[in-house]
């Protein structure tokens, strides 16, 4: 059976940079695009960025565009470099793979796998 393993959250300070990671193992892993949500406390789970499976193309929420950077060195493997963090990033953010189109992400689709999920707090 197939696991996605997100690490790398913590604790940081407004302005600085994060960058998570999420490997998928254990059985047969398809030819899935890879991205990641964030859930804050009391809000509902939002998306954020989503990858191709081949990682030429990517797709991001507009509250991170310009911010945030997904990318996957091979097929299992996606990070998310986090830039410029703010107090309102922060969240539990979960990797997530699926078979949808990663454009269509942001509509909350249907994914067939998700990780445990990490923190990330940002504060002073």
């Known amino acids: 059976q197939v696991q996605l393993v997100e690490s790398g959250g913590g604790l940081v300070q407004p302005g600085v940079s994060l960058r998570l990671s999420c490997a998928a193992s254990g059985g047969t892993f398809g030819r899935y695009t890879m991205g990641w949500f964030r859930q804050a406390p009391g809000k509902e789970r939002e998306f954020v960025a989503a990858i191709s499976y081949s990682g030429a193309s990517t797709y991001y929420a507009d509250s991170v565009k310009g911010r945030y950077t997904i990318s996957r060195d091979n097929a299992k493997t996606v990070y998310l470099q986090m830039n410029s963090l703010k107090p309102e990033d922060t969240a539990v953010y979960y990797c997530?793979?699926?078979?949808?189109?990663?454009?269509?992400?942001?509509?909350?689709?249907?994914?067939?796998?998700w990780g445990q999920g990490t923190l990330v707090t940002v504060s002073s």
């Open positions: 997530a793979a699926g078979s949808k189109p990663h454009s269509t992400w942001y509509l909350n689709p249907y994914l067939e796998l």
